[in-house]
């Protein structure tokens, strides 16, 4: 029966999960705490938190304790269901039952403050998280305080926002670098201030924000700003990651830049990124420098690539070869032929 459970769980199946939660007894079998979290989950996950709580009381009846497990299924539904009083009214009532309320059911709940725009309960929700609550100690962390920044920006309060960045410093978490990419993107006009900020806290680089800075401005379609952070960090010497360095070379490609794309992979390459840039960006910057008649620079970048083991598409192969011939490099010539 334990097996049928499992498989009703893994398909979803919560009325049919209750059925064979009905059934044990037909077996000779007690259903237990797990028996009764699995089902209780599947309602909690469906959004029938009526039977989900009427299963937890169900709970007590048989003398069965419910556990941290059964809250945080239910706090979770009524959190995803905008019911957040019903939600933090269960949380409260864990203690009854020997349950501790933690970090993270306090920040799940947070969460759905958060997503139901009350952001003044929010900031009375993290007040209770810092300081003694229930007899216990409940410090927010890095992704709580991330929550409610993120909320506040997309509200376009970004001096809220930064306001909670400044309690997060004064209790000495540090920010990460979901932080750093939320608060980048909503406060871009002053990005380089709040760059040294943020790394002034700890817990993310320069490299880091830069590089969520360029990011952000190139999905926000700033490019021009884009192209003049990431070429900032390239002349301080800070080394961009693989995602910025893919997105630039790949808008620089689509603007048919394929000349100041080269020159930009080759600075990529010198700081030695770890880098995402893959064949597609490759094969179309090449393709282009040998449109554009640029053969001494095709020739570097399609031995850089046979050197990267990278394959390029038939179809490319006879056009790049055509091109390159000029070069007069046969050594080239049949590694390109023979790729």
């Known amino acids: 029966m334990r097996i049928v459970l499992s498989l009703c769980s893994q398909a979803k199946l919560a009325d049919e999960a209750l059925w064979v939660l009905r059934k044990f007894p037909e077996f000779e079998?007690?259903?237990?705490?797990?028996?009764?979290?699995?089902?209780?989950?599947?309602f909690a996950d469906k959004g029938d938190l009526s039977m989900g709580m009427e299963l937890m009381e169900e709970m007590?009846?048989?003398?069965?304790?419910?556990?941290?497990?059964?809250?945080?299924?239910?706090?979770?539904?009524?959190?995803?269901?905008?019911?957040?009083?019903?939600?933090?009214?269960l949380a409260k009532g864990m203690s009854k039952n020997g349950c501790v309320l933690n970090t993270v059911t306090y920040s799940r709940i947070l969460e759905g403050v958060c997503k139901c725009g009350e952001m003044e309960r929010a900031l009375e929700l993290l007040t209770e998280m810092e300081k003694e609550d229930g007899g216990g100690f409940i410090s927010p962390n890095a992704v709580t305080y991330t929550l409610v920044i993120q909320a506040f920006v997309e509200k376009k309060r970004v001096r809220d926002a930064l306001m909670v960045l400044d309690?997060?410093?004064?209790?000495?978490?540090?920010?990460?670098?979901?932080?750093?990419?939320?608060?980048?993107?909503?406060?871009l006009e002053d990005g380089e201030d709040l760059v040294d900020k943020l790394?002034?806290?700890g817990g993310?680089?320069?490299?880091?924000?830069?590089?969520?800075?360029t990011v952000s401005l190139i999905r926000l379609k700033r490019w021009e700003e884009a192209e003049k952070m990431f070429r900032l960090m390239l002349v301080r010497g800070i080394r961009p990651d693989?995602?910025?360095?893919?997105?630039?070379?790949?808008e620089l490609c689509l603007l048919q830049r394929y000349h100041d794309c080269f020159l930009l992979y080759e600075e990529i390459e010198k700081a030695d990124v770890v880098s995402t840039i893959d064949t597609d960006i490759h094969s179309v910057l090449l393709l282009g420098l040998c449109e554009q008649g640029r053969s001494w620079e095709a020739a570097k970048l399609a031995k850089s690539m046979l050197d990267k083991k990278m394959r390029l598409k038939v179809s490319q192969v006879e056009k790049i070869v055509e091109a390159l011939k000029k070069t007069g490099d046969e050594d080239l010539m049949r590694r390109l032929s023979t790729s």
């Open 60 to 89: 007590e009846s048989v003398d069965l304790c419910p556990d941290v497990m059964t809250y945080t299924s239910l706090i979770n539904g009524f959190c995803n269901a905008g019911k957040v009083e019903e939600a933090w009214k």
């Open 167 to 187: 309690r997060m410093g004064d209790r000495g978490c540090s920010p990460n670098r979901v932080t750093a990419s939320v608060l980048i993107q909503g406060v």
């Open 199 to 201: 790394v002034k806290l």
């Open 29 to 42: 079998l007690s259903a237990d705490t797990v028996a009764y979290n699995v089902v209780i989950r599947l």
């Open 204 to 213: 993310v680089s320069l490299s880091e924000c830069f590089s969520s800075a």
């Open 242 to 250: 693989g995602l910025a360095c893919s997105l630039v070379l790949r």
